[in-house]
Antibody, heavy 116, light 107 residues
Framework: EVQLVESGGGLGQPGGSLRLSCAAS????????MNWVRQTPEKGLEWVAY????????YYADSVKGRFTISRDNAKNSLYLQMNSLRAEDTAIYYC?????????WGQGTLVTVSS | SYELTQPPSVSVSPGQTASLTCSGD??????VCWYHQRPGQSPVLLIY???KRPSGIPERFSGSNSGDTATLTISGTQALDEGVYYC??????????FGGGTKVTVL
């Protein structure tokens, strides 16, 4: 059974940092493209970042470019999102999701709240 | 930026057919996928590449895409089909784009 389990969410300060992790199991992680997608009641679903199997091809949404960094460790079956220079509008549930162009498996999400 | 438009809500009687639309400029030239999200749960992929169903998705879910509109059809709607349905597309110019979602109520 495919499992994606996010962690690392919580309260972050404006201008501060948080690091999200996603632990994968039940499939061959090293052969899967991965993404972070976030969701808010106001803006709905928003794709955040993509990383290819080897980690050498990466894309970001304009809203997070220059502030967020996606990475992966295939030896640990893990995906990461380093979030710097946090803003109130980054408040959302963050999901890791597998796939290219569409997302076939999603984690349960981790809530990030940016507030002072 | 590219936009996908979905009606906010649709009501359907049990056993009837629900047609959910997703509109965008020349959407038929792109691939569309659909997700279903129940309250408190993660989205689940229902349809990809316009009309393909992942393993485990019932045949009563079908998709089409032509012109400016993609359609998700739910045949024989059941109470467990309630929730929010999102369409999504992508291309090299737009990256990934989601629609705003349609809340389906089974009355």
């Amino acid at each position: 059974e495919v499992q994606l389990v996010e962690s690392g969410g919580g309260l972050g300060q404006p201008g501060g940092s948080l690091r999200l992790s996603c632990a994968a199991s039940g499939f061959i992680f090293s052969t899967s493209e991965m993404n972070w997608v976030r969701q808010t009641p106001e803006k709905g679903l928003e794709w955040v970042a993509y990383i290819n199997r080897g980690g050498d091809n990466i894309y970001y949404a304009d809203s997070v470019k220059g502030r967020f960094t996606i990475s992966r460790d295939n030896a640990k079956n893990s995906l990461y999102l380093q979030m710097n220079s946090l803003r109130a509008e980054d408040t959302a549930i963050y999901y890791c999701a597998s796939g290219t162009n569409y997302f076939d498996f999603w984690g349960q999400g981790t809530l990030v709240t940016v507030s002072s | 930026s590219y936009e996908l438009t979905q009606p906010p809500s649709v009501s359907v009687s049990p056993g009837q057919t629900a047609s959910l639309t997703c509109s965008g400029d020349q959407l038929g030239d792109k691939f569309v996928c659909w997700y279903h999200q129940r309250p408190g749960q993660s989205p689940v992929l229902l349809i990809y590449q316009d009309q393909k169903r992942p393993s485990g998705i019932p045949e009563r879910f079908s998709g089409s895409n032509s012109g400016d509109t993609a359609t998700l059809t739910i045949s024989g709607t059941q109470a467990l089909d309630e929730g929010v349905y999102y369409c999504q597309t992508w291309d090299s110019a737009t990256d990934v784009v989601f629609g705003g979602g349609t809340k389906v109520t089974v009355l």
